[in-house]
């Protein structure tokens, strides 16, 4: 539960709710710093001329991110065959997409995916949040449209849920308690959505990854809007591949999003579920 703050004598009482929200509606909630490694990678992919060396030493100069890389590049779901040493054998190994996406969710979790006690909850959000990204990057794929924006935005489309566990401890000044209390659940559930784009907007992302993330969840009940529906759509394709939902249900799922996407489309995106289910599998 959102818990009454401590009180200095002749201090008004404010719940840690109404602090919060008066924070997200004035844009003052205190969000992570876009780390310098993904800034770096974020500049890099706008380029088509991007060179791999250069893209190795990006990576090599932060050693968290280096090793955790070199981790993930030698799990058998990369089909590592070979033990992987360097990030420039990484680089070569992977090719430039695969490791650039490596590194940047990487990168992302170390700086916003964290909030003391919430742990275990947010290993399930950064593992929704790969899955969503790859389902996202699919169907950009076979739509014609930026792959590398689309698992981007479907990285940090939930963002704002570590955001706020972080915020709801400091308000706290404890860590969180897991399970979550259902008010807290509520909260982080309405809320989420608006942390997120405030977190999009400061690090500088696109308009349209501000719009994917602030409207995720108002593209599946209706919306025509194009980057909150590749979302949406790939989050139904997530439950379908990691929570056993029958894929019947994504005709219906494709319509509530307006995604026009032919038969064939969806067949080709149906056919990489092995691939993303071992490339969640690596991060995990
Ligand atoms: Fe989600
Ligand atoms: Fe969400």
């Not at 009180?7 to 969000?31: F, H, M, N, T, Y």
């Not at 706020?164 to 897991?178: D, F």
């Amino acid at each position: 539960m959102l818990a009454q703050e401590t009180l200095e004598p002749g201090q008004l009482p404010v719940s840690p709710r109404a602090v919060l929200l008066s924070k997200i509606r004035e844009g003052r909630l205190a969000v992570p710093v876009l780390p310098a490694v993904a800034h770096r990678l974020l500049s890099l992919a706008a380029r088509d001329d991007c060179d791999l060396g250069q893209l190795a030493d990006i990576v090599g100069s932060d050693p968290t991110v280096a090793g955790r890389l070199l981790e993930v590049a030698n799990s058998a779901a990369l089909r590592a065959r070979s033990k992987i040493t360097s990030l420039h054998h990484a680089v070569n190994r992977l090719g430039a997409t695969t490791f650039r996406q490596v590194a940047l969710a990487i990168s992302c979790k170390s700086a916003a995916f964290t909030a003391r006690g919430a742990e275990p909850i947010l290993r399930e959000v950064f593992r929704h949040s790969v899955a969503t990204a790859l389902c996202a990057q699919a169907v950009a794929r076979v739509r014609g449209v930026a792959q590398e924006e689309a698992f981007l935005y479907g990285l940090l489309h939930d963002v704002g849920r570590p955001v706020l566990l972080q915020a709801i401890s400091k308000v706290h000044r404890q860590s969180i308690r897991v399970p979550l209390h259902r008010s807290v659940s509520s909260f982080i559930d309405e809320q989420h959505t608006i942390v997120g784009a405030q977190l999009a907007r400061r690090w500088q992302l696109s308009l349209r990854a501000q719009g994917a993330i602030r409207w995720h969840h108002a593209a599946a009940s209706g919306g025509q809007r194009d980057a909150p529906s590749t979302v949406a759509f790939a989050e139904a394709l997530v439950r379908v591949f990691f929570e056993e939902v029958d894929e019947r249900t994504l005709g219906e799922e494709l319509s509530l999003c307006a995604l026009a996407l032919e038969p064939a489309d969806l067949a080709r995106i149906l056919g990489k579920r092995e691939a993303i289910v071992e490339t969640v599998e690596a991060f995990a």
